[in-house]
């Protein structure tokens, strides 16, 4: 399953400029791992980390202008990193699998003449086969909505934009004139009806570029949780559905789909939800007479079962997450934000391994991004899967790996516990106070 070994965002909000893992120019820096978490205090930007990917979702589905707006994010002013004019910019490091060659996306937005958001760059480029060094090469170039795409699986053309000297509208104009037929096989010339959508959501839909559509069906298939407790007790109209969506009030519809379509997966789930929430041993549903779908508890000191509506936030979210780590085809990336809210404290090691256990599962589960403010759940990491975010002096977020402190991780090898470490301030900057 494809994963993502690193990521950069600038100027978004207060990320000034940070990165996770490893990027094409950063090949000596270890990837992220399967499961990452990222901490810190509060109002230090781990939300706005969080929202990073949900912005990027919205870009493709909708456009760059609509993702500003959307989810109260206020605009694109309101979301540019503040006392600053350049460009809001990501890049995505990313293999489709463990053997592929990694793959980067480079987007940049910013205001138009009109004031308006646009795509002002857009970019995916890999290495040649068998390349270890240098840049990689351009199969995807736009600047203002125009470039050049390359066909199917080979790689692009070498251009040199970081150092200035590269001119979009000259290579467009060599290809145009090009009399060579293997030339014109090769290269798409490209040109955006709206310069508020991405080309990879226009390109990817096309099976000549099938480099583009891996990557939109990629981001396509993230999932960021903005689950809700109240959403999940909704009484949605009977109908199984094979996946959860982002804010869990369809929990009821896949409760019906498991049992009816996975059977035996789903009774290992309920074995697993009875061992970590006391007294719950059978879940099940509950068709109304006007077709809405109840889901049901059944606690074993009480003979008539309990509906979701009288079950606490804390049952309605573990028994969420280990459904959506139950999902049949789970999603290539999994972002949850603060998944420990309403929890008992002594469950969130056991969701931790829970996560853990499905990202590094044999079967190819999601690769899983978190942020938490709770120790206890921190207790069952490892460093190298824990970053640390912090406000720098300048106002603007800082990120760094646990793992990069040998104290802490001699300490972790001595078996104290990270978390610990953590509430005893051991993880924190002394630069930054």
């Not at 999603?331 to 420990?340: G, M, Q, T, V």
């Amino acid at each position: 399953m494809a994963k993502i070994e690193g990521f950069r965002v600038k100027n978004y909000r207060s990320l000034h400029d940070i990165i996770l893992g490893k990027l094409w120019n950063t090949q000596q820096t270890k990837p992220l791992t399967p499961m990452t978490a990222v901490i810190g205090k509060n109002g230090v930007g781990k939300s706005t980390l969080f929202d990073t990917f949900g912005f990027l979702a919205d870009c493709l589905k909708g456009g760059v202008e609509e993702a500003c707006d959307s989810r109260g994010r206020g605009g694109f002013e309101r979301i540019r990193s503040q006392g600053k004019k350049e460009s809001i910019e990501f890049q995505i490091y990313y293999k489709e699998d463990g053997n592929a060659r990694p793959i980067t996306y480079e987007l940049a937005i910013d205001l138009d003449s009109d004031g308006r958001p646009y795509v002002k760059k857009e970019r995916l480029r890999q290495r040649r086969k068998g390349q270890r060094k240098g840049k990689p090469f351009s199969f995807l170039i736009l600047n203002e909505g125009k470039g050049v795409a390359w066909k199917g699986e080979e790689e692009g053309k070498q251009v040199e934009e970081e150092k200035g000297d590269f001119d979009l509208s000259k290579l467009i104009e060599k290809i145009q004139k090009s009399e060579a037929e293997e030339e014109s096989k090769k290269t798409e010339l490209v040109e955006l009806d709206d310069k508020r959508k991405l080309g990879i959501a226009t390109l990817g839909s096309l099976k000549q570029h099938p480099r583009i559509s891996a990557f939109r069906r990629f981001i396509e298939g993230w999932y960021l949780s903005y689950f809700t407790p109240d959403a999940a007790r909704s009484l949605p109209l009977a109908g199984p559905q094979k996946h959860l969506n982002i804010h869990g009030d369809n929990l009821s519809n896949v409760v019906q789909f498991m049992e009816r379509e996975h059977p035996k997966k789903f009774k290992t789930l309920l074995e697993k939800i009875s061992g970590k929430i006391p007294g719950v041993n059978r879940i099940s549903t509950e068709k109304s007479p006007d077709s809405r779908l109840l889901l049901r508890f059944n606690d074993r000191g009480f003979q008539d079962p309990f509906y979701a509506q009288q079950m606490s936030d804390g049952t309605l979210k573990i028994f969420a997450y280990l459904l959506l780590l139950e999902d049949p085809s789970p999603p290539p990336f999994l972002c949850i934000e603060e998944p420990e809210n309403g929890l008992y404290h002594k469950l969130l090691e056991t969701l931790a391994r829970e996560f853990r256990e499905h990202a590094t599962g044999r079967k190819g589960g999601s690769q899983v991004f978190i942020t938490t403010h709770q120790p206890y759940f921190v207790d069952a990491l490892t460093p190298e899967e824990v970053w640390v975010l912090e406000k720098g002096k300048d106002g603007f977020s800082t990120i760094r790996r646990a793992s990069e402190d040998p104290l802490i991780e001699n300490l972790v090898n001595e078996g104290l516990p990270l978390g610990g470490l953590w509430y005893s301030d051991y993880l924190d900057n002394r630069d930054n106070e």
